[in-house]
């Protein structure tokens, strides 16, 4: 058994800043969509995935490795979002094991109302605060962090993205 490698008190300072800022920034995005759009992040989250997929469509199994939710999570926020009219399910014609969701115009609706709050929060507290070259680095340490963890870095829309539609 290898011995531990203890933090240094260098590391152990940038641990616990990394671990209050990304804490701080997720609560704050959360509490934005939950006051404006009286929708929790998650949901946000599921329906930007969507947004941004061919035909609005993602297999269930696809959306929960995007959002990087468990597979019962996933199912009942995707029931909410039923709910609401957001999202609607349906089942797989090749396999019947397997269900797809797809965003419908009225999800549509509410993500485009959300986006722009969204986005101006997410702007005035993360990328206001850095310098250009501040946005570069965090971007290499966040693909960094990805590969070590074994996740792939978050698809995006350029399209999307640049019309300012979802982010």
């Known amino acids: 058994?290898?011995?531990?490698?203890?933090?240094?008190?260098?590391?152990?300072?940038?641990?616990r800043s990394?671990?209050?800022?990304?804490?701080?920034?997720?609560?704050a995005l959360a509490r934005q969509l939950q006051r404006d759009a009286a929708m929790p992040h998650?949901?946000?989250?599921?329906?930007?995935?969507?947004?941004?997929a061919p035909d609005r469509?993602?297999?269930?199994?696809?959306?929960a490795g995007?959002?990087?939710?468990?597979?019962?999570?996933?199912?009942?926020?995707?029931?909410?979002?039923?709910e609401a009219g957001w999202v609607r399910r349906r089942d797989c014609p090749t396999?019947?094991?397997?269900?797809?969701?797809?965003?419908?115009?009225?999800?549509?609706a509410a993500l485009e109302a959300a986006a722009p709050g969204h986005v101006t929060e997410v702007r005035e507290k993360l990328f206001d605060q850095l310098?250009?070259?501040?946005?570069?680095q965090l971007g290499e340490i966040s693909r960094a962090i990805?590969?070590?963890?074994?996740?792939?870095?978050?698809?995006?829309?350029?399209s999307l993205t640049a019309e300012g539609r979802a982010s």
């Open 1 to 15: 058994m290898s011995e531990t490698r203890w933090l240094s008190e260098r590391e152990q300072e940038i641990w």
């Open 18 to 27: 990394f671990l209050s800022a990304t804490m701080g920034l997720t609560d």
């Open 42 to 52: 998650a949901y946000y989250e599921i329906l930007v995935a969507l947004s941004e």
């Open 57 to 63: 469509t993602l297999r269930m199994s696809e959306l």
């Open 66 to 82: 995007v959002r990087n939710s468990s597979r019962s999570r996933l199912s009942h926020a995707v029931a909410r979002l039923e």
């Open 95 to 108: 396999d019947k094991r397997g269900s797809f969701a797809m965003l419908t115009d009225d999800g549509y």
């Open 131 to 136: 310098t250009p070259e501040q946005v570069e």
């Open 146 to 158: 990805q590969r070590g963890l074994g996740t792939a870095p978050a698809v995006t829309c350029p």
